[in-house]
């Protein structure tokens, strides 16, 4: 039972347009969220994170939305550019559940075209 | 500061026999995760050490072990292998258990 899902395996878009990557979640014990971006034989790279108590975090042309009503988070880059061309993972965890180990959601492949 | 180093990077096993994975953390840190990712598959999680001391474990067999040397460096043995092992094996480290992971490039393992 996948407890994180990213639905969209992958997605193409246009560089200087918006990416939106998706992820939703079932346990409500989940508080901290995190997206990691991979590159092809490398090991996923920290990129940004949003605590339970926030709706909103950004950090330069990323911002991760929660939506704690729906179990719902999505990363937008904006401007997209081809060097963001990678696998994104959306993780969670249940930090006052006193569990650090994040549970990963199967990724997303993001393309973005010149 | 260097980051998070894993060997072999790749590795080639035939079935039944076992393998052992090295990971060394980024200086200073004290746990030590380890991860299966297999194509199509997000990363499963294996195994979480601190100060030598296994305190997580994931939903896989026996077969899959690890352990934490005092340095703080990790290594993961896969006993009996099987096809279904073939996958990318990646280490993670943390400062402390609140804060986000810092990956190696993982092993490459594959089964023949």
């Known amino acids: 039972d996948q407890q994180v899902k990213q639905n969209s395996p992958s997605l193409s878009v246009q560089e200087g347009r918006i990416s939106i990557l998706n992820c939703d979640y079932t346990n409500s014990m989940f508080d901290y969220f995190l997206w990691y971006k991979k590159y092809p034989a490398e090991g996923p790279t920290f990129l940004i994170s949003?605590?339970?108590?926030?709706d909103k975090n950004e950090d330069g042309r990323f911002t991760v939305f929660l939506n704690k009503s729906a179990k719902h988070l999505s990363l937008h880059i904006v401007p997209s550019q081809p060097g963001d061309s990678a696998v994104y993972f959306c993780?969670?965890?249940?930090?006052?559940?006193?569990?650090?180990?994040?549970?990963f959601g199967r990724g997303t492949s993001l393309i973005v075209h010149p | 500061k260097a980051g998070v180093t894993q060997t072999p990077r790749y590795l080639i096993k035939t079935r039944g026999q076992q393998v052992t994975l090295s990971c060394s953390p980024i200086s200073g840190h004290r746990s030590v995760s380890w991860y299966q990712q297999t194509p199509g598959q997000g990363l499963q999680f294996l195994f979480e050490?601190?100060?030598?001391?296994?305190?997580n474990k994931g939903n896989f067999p026996g077969r899959f072990s690890g352990r934490q040397f005092s340095n703080s460096r990790s290594e993961m043995n896969v006993s009996t292998l099987e096809l279904g092992d073939s996958a990318l094996y990646l280490c993670?480290?943390?400062?402390?258990?609140?804060?986000?992971?810092?990956f190696g490039d993982g092993t490459r393992l594959s089964i023949l």
């Open positions: 993670a480290s943390s400062l402390q258990e609140n804060q986000p992971q810092h």
């Open positions: 993780a969670a965890k249940s930090a006052s559940g006193g569990s650090y180990i994040p549970t």
């Open positions: 949003i605590s339970s108590i926030k």
């Open positions: 050490y601190f100060s030598e001391t296994q305190r």
